[in-house]
Nanobody, 115 residues
Framework: QVQVVESGGGLVQPGGSLRLSCTAS????????MGWYRQAPGKQRELAAL???????TYEDSVKGRFTISRDNAKNTVFLQMNSLKPEDTARYYC?????????WGQGTQVTVSS
């Protein structure tokens, strides 16, 4: 069983920045496809950003140019740098680790963008 733990959420004003971190246990972290998903109240969970092994990344259209996903395989950690935050970015952000049929989720971290 892989344990996935997120951190770094909080309250930030519009236009501000936050950096989320996610650590996944195990020895094959570098092989996992790591993703950040988010779920706002009353809405379905959606993909925000994804990073495959290496540096291949995918972003949801509304976060392109503002969010950057990266990973440090030596530390089993994936990051989501979020800049120019908007109120509509308010959501619970979940980290996902996926390898084939293996699929692991963290408990999420709350991001609230409000003045």
């Amino acid at each position: 069983q892989v344990q996935v733990v997120e951190s770094g959420g909080g309250l930030v004003q519009p236009g501000g920045s936050l950096r989320l971190s996610c650590t996944a246990s195990g020895t094959i972290f570098s092989r996992y496809v790591m993703g950040w998903y988010r779920q706002a109240p009353g809405k379905q969970r959606e993909l925000a950003a994804l990073i495959r092994s290496g540096t291949i990344t995918t972003y949801e259209d509304s976060v392109k140019g503002r969010f950057t996903i990266s990973r440090d395989n030596a530390k089993n950690t994936v990051f989501l740098q979020m800049n120019s935050l908007k109120p509509e970015d308010t959501a619970r952000y979940y980290c996902n680790a996926r390898l084939g049929v293996l699929d692991f989720w963290g408990q999420g971290t709350q991001v609230t963008v409000s003045s």
